[in-house]
Every structure is written in structure tokens, then in C-alpha cells.
């Protein structure tokens, strides 16, 4: 019986920021433990708790070839996110962001099998969208970071 398919590079990094996402805990490296990361998005009115991260791929931009049989492909990923509290959600929100940005940060550091370091992923911060505010009238926030993937491989990856 033949091995199933790998799964592709894209999807592979999805999750790995899913899983380094949900590794976090509030402590020594960081302000809030989430409540839940996921690749499904809520309506603000169905947050389950706080904080929480919703992660998913963006627009991307054709494969560009790197060489014979193997190309740099450029992607974002973005991870919106709620986060509530009672007297001050901007201060818990740029808490949350710095959060998101250090846990993803240090994972393309980390050599260990499986990280982005080890899928040849190189991160960079993108922009930053906000509520501007509006989601204060119910002790909440609301932000969308956006991360510029690049991966790099063969075609058979893709």
C-alpha cells in the first residue's frame, strides 16, 4: 500500500503557527495564556473566552523559480484575534499582539524538528489592523496581524 501524501508547505506552516500559538502560557515570556487558537472564525458575539486567536492564509503571490525544479513562494498569514477586559482591552490587546508576534518570532530561531526554522520559512511582520476602539463599548478589542511568509522548496511540495 503506497504512503499517503505529504501534506503541502503552505498547509504545514498554517498549523505550525496554530500549534505555537496554542503553546503559549502566560508566565516569564508572556502576558496571557489563550483561550483557544483555531482556523475557524468567530463572530464577535460567539467568543467562547479570551484571548482568541483565529489563524488563516492570505493572498499570495506565484510561486517564483529559484532554481531548476525549485521555487520561493510568498504568502501571508494572518491571525485575528478578541481579547477582553474590563478597564483596559487597548493595554490587553497590544499585550496579545506582542504575544502573537514573540511566540512566532522565536520559532523561526528554534532549530527543533518541525518548526518554521526547520520548513525553511522565513517570517516578517506585516501590518496591523485594528477596531480602532469600537469593540470598547463591551470591554473588548479586536486586532488582525498580518505575517509575510516565504517558503522555499521544490514543486513537488507545493
Given amino acids: 500500500m503506497p504512503s499517503p501524501a505529504a501534506d503541502p508547505k503552505r498547509l504545514l506552516v498554517l498549523n505550525r503557527f496554530v500549534t505555537v500559538l496554542k503553546a503559549i502560557t502566560a508566565g516569564a515570556s508572556y502576558f496571557y495564556t489563550p483561550y483557544d487558537v483555531q482556523n475557524k472564525f468567530y463572530h ?3 467568543v467562547p473566552g479570551y484571548p482568541l486567536y483565529m489563524v488563516f492564509t492570505e493572498d499570495g503571490q506565484q510561486p517564483e523559480e529559484a532554481g531548476h525544479e ?7 498569514i494572518t491571525v485575528n484575534a478578541y481579547v ?3 478597564t483596559n482591552a487597548e493595554a490587553v490587546k497590544e ?12 520559532d523561526t530561531k528554534n532549530p527543533a524538528a518541525g518548526s518554521l526554522s526547520a ?6 511582520v506585516g501590518k ?11 470591554d473588548a ?8 511568509v516565504m517558503i522555499s522548496g521544490d514543486y513537488g511540495e507545493i
Avoid at 525549485?70 to 501571508?76: I, V
Avoid at 478589542?141 to 509575510?148: P, T
Wanted: with cysteine; hydrophobic share 35%; aromatic share 14%.
Fill in 95 to 106: 499585550r496579545c499582539l506582542r504575544d502573537v508576534r514573540k511566540a512566532i518570532n522565536d
Fill in 84 to 86: 477582553q477586559h474590563s
Fill in 141 to 148: 478589542a479586536f486586532f488582525s496581524q498580518e505575517f509575510i
Fill in 70 to 76: 525549485l521555487y520561493d513562494e510568498t504568502f501571508s
Fill in 44 to 46: 464577535f458575539n460567539e
Fill in 128 to 138: 496591523t489592523e485594528t477596531d480602532n476602539g469600537i469593540y470598547s463599548i463591551a
Fill in 119 to 124: 520548513l525553511t520559512v522565513r517570517v516578517q
